[in-house]
């Protein structure tokens, strides 16, 4: 990334915070131009020294000023340096007060951008599509949004606080020491970019270890939330002492690389620090062939030689904070992405709202396929009506899961139109229409909070009355009950303290809590023993009741009283009517079920 792609980019992540910027750098550069009175004022200070001894150079304007309202005796004399050094403590406490006011509005504008930040790169993460979130690890976009808003957050430290006020006092001074003397400036302009291309020339070397680098951390950070992910699976296998040598080799490879890039830097700060010296020395050795040529005072040798170092030291302060804000690059880039990334999945324009929602589906001619994959879905035409059940089956990866993403508009359809209640669903107010959606998933995703927390998800002003109602529907009432803490039980990362059954009859009545219009199931009993699945069923029949059910059955059984059944085989829908009807018609589904009857009879 260069300089210009780098404050670029930055300046786009931070713009929502323009008039906390603005504030910073108006007191920043106000603390910059009050900057210039130290070194002037140490110039007037020895200039009244030269008056006092009597020095033939032609007194400067402002000792000028003094001897004509103080007098040019030696009362006249200790009378100007004492109102000087008077207006040097006063301009001194004016600068603090400066740099105060300076500190705080950077302040102020770094907690913002810390707070606010985050929240906007989860909010963009939530709103990226499927496709997205199934590529992309999640220990890697957890490393991006910790990663990368702290590199923000360090970005504005270092700049606000360091460099730019830094870089501000730079061209302020150089333009003082070229009203004073030109050949001193010039020394200065000439070996500053030296000083720059030496650290530019390491930071071309360090960039491709800066990348891999952060890539190896992202990766560190995936493998290392995999496996306590997974710690169950690790456990069984017994392979902690794997993981743990997979975990060091690459924070080794880390350490490895970090250790070339810093080693590269500190040369360049070496080699800086020589240049640096140098510099000063040109700038001394001016100043007394001025002395000597009797055109520089005293007070302007001291005031030059201050200059100098504060222009050489500031050079060398901004270099270094450079390369400290560029080590921030990667992970800053890298949120930025995410932040420039167009969400699929919008809210459109002109919204219609369905209130109430009736829930009747129609697929007209409906297509869909993954990126980098084959057709999904293949003209799929197809009808629930409104507060039916319809059942949908068909061999692993035919496309079943798929078209109850198309339901909840998790994707949209490549061709064709999904209408709901006569709508295309790309037209609805897309939060409000997933509000009527209640969905119970295969793998059921509980947070690790009180069950009455994760029953009430999708309705968190419910009432613990309401909750019960609700628990009691998905046949989960009676088993809560039996906990120690009832409601109030904890129930683990991922709901790891109870057995899948009851996370999925926690699921089901998180599901109801929402009264949605329509409900899905996703192969909701699947991997459930014979006692759970029964309850589940128990409770399938109470709550489908005047609602639109949609269930993806893997166990037949769970599908027996839907109004409709559809067969789904590669993508097609080739197959669809009741469960009499299919079973006479003696095609796919029939053969699904004898297979289905032929494994029980085996694991029986």
């Not at 929240?119 to 939530?126: F, G, M």
């Not at 006479?584 to 029980?600: C, H, I, M, S, T």
Request: include cysteine.
């Amino acid at each position: 990334m260069t300089f210009f792609q780098f404050w670029r980019t930055y300046v786009q992540l931070v713009w929502p915070f323009k008039w906390h910027i603005a504030w910073a750098l108006f007191w920043i550069v106000l603390a910059a131009v009050v900057d210039l009175v130290y070194p002037y004022m140490l110039k007037v200070i020895f200039d009244l020294v030269d008056a006092w001894v009597g020095s033939n150079l032609e007194p400067s304007w402002s000792t000028q000023v003094l001897t004509n309202t103080y007098g040019s005796d030696r009362n006249g004399l200790i009378y100007s340096a004492v109102a000087v050094l008077g207006l040097f403590f006063i301009l001194r406490i004016i600068q603090a007060v400066i740099e105060y006011f300076s500190k705080l509005a950077s302040l102020r504008f770094e907690l913002e951008a810390e707070r606010t930040l985050p929240v906007q790169v989860l909010e963009k993460l939530l709103s990226l599509s499927y496709a997205f979130h199934t590529n992309e690890h999640s220990g890697k976009k957890i490393e991006k949004i910790k990663k990368g808003t702290e590199a923000v957050g360090q970005v504005t430290y270092i700049s606000f606080f360091h460099m730019i006020p830094t870089a501000v006092r730079i061209p302020v001074f150089l333009g003082m020491a070229f009203y004073f003397d030109w050949r001193i400036a010039l020394a200065l302009v000439v070996f500053m970019p030296i000083m720059i291309l030496q650290e530019r020339y390491a930071i071309h070397l360090t960039a491709s270890n800066r990348r891999e680098r952060h890539d190896e951390y992202e990766n560190a950070n995936s493998q290392a939330f995999e496996a306590l992910s997974h710690i169950f699976t690790v456990w069984a296998f017994g392979q902690e002492g794997r993981e743990r040598d997979r975990y060091e080799q690459r924070l080794s490879r880390i350490q490895n690389l970090s250790w070339d890039e810093q080693r590269v830097h500190h040369i360049a700060r070496v080699s800086r620090t020589v240049m640096m010296a140098v510099t000063t020395s040109v700038v001394i050795g001016l100043c007394l062939y001025g002395i000597d040529q009797g055109r520089t005072s005293s007070g302007t040798l001291i005031m030059l030689v201050n200059l100098s170092n504060m222009i050489v030291g500031s050079t060398g302060t901004v270099v270094s904070h450079w390369n400290l804000i560029l080590q921030q690059s990667e992970p800053m880039e890298r949120v930025f992405k995410v932040m420039q990334r167009e969400a699929q999945i919008t809210q459109p324009e002109h919204a219609v709202t369905l209130d109430p929602l009736r829930g009747s589906l129609t697929f007209e001619n409906v297509s869909f396929s993954y990126p980098d994959r084959k057709k999904t879905l293949s003209a799929i035409n197809m009808a629930i009506p409104a507060g039916t059940t319809a059942g949908i089956v068909g061999e692993s990866g035919c496309g079943k899961s798929t078209l109850l993403m198309l339901i909840m508009r998790l994707v949209d359809v490549d061709s064709g139109t999904l209408m709901v209640d006569g709508c295309d669903i790309r037209r609805l107010d897309l939060q409000g229409y997933r509000h009527q959606i209640g969905f119970v998933p295969q793998s059921v995703e509980l947070f690790a909070t009180t069950i009455a927390k994760n029953i009430a998800y999708g309705r968190p002003d419910a009432s613990k009355e309401e909750l019960i109602e609700a628990a009691k529907q998905a046949n989960a009432h009676e088993f809560i009950s039996k906990l120690a803490d009832g409601y109030d039980t904890v129930v683990g990362e991922r709901g790891a303290k109870l057995s899948g059954g009851q996370r999925q009859r926690i699921s089901i009545a998180r599901a109801l809590l929402i009264d949605p219009r329509i409900l899905i199931f996703d192969e909701a009993t699947s991997d459930l023993d014979a006692y759970s699945e029964a309850k589940i069923q128990e409770a399938l029949a109470k709550i489908s009741l005047g609602r639109t059910t949609v269930i993806v059955a893997q166990r037949l059984s769970t599908i027996r009283d839907a109004d409709q059944i559809f067969y789904i085989d590669e993508g097609q829908l080739v197959e669809e009517g009741t469960w009499k009807s299919l079973m006479a018609l003696n095609g796919k589904f029939r053969e699904l079920y004898d297979k289905g009857q032929v494994e029980q009879a085996n694991d029986n």
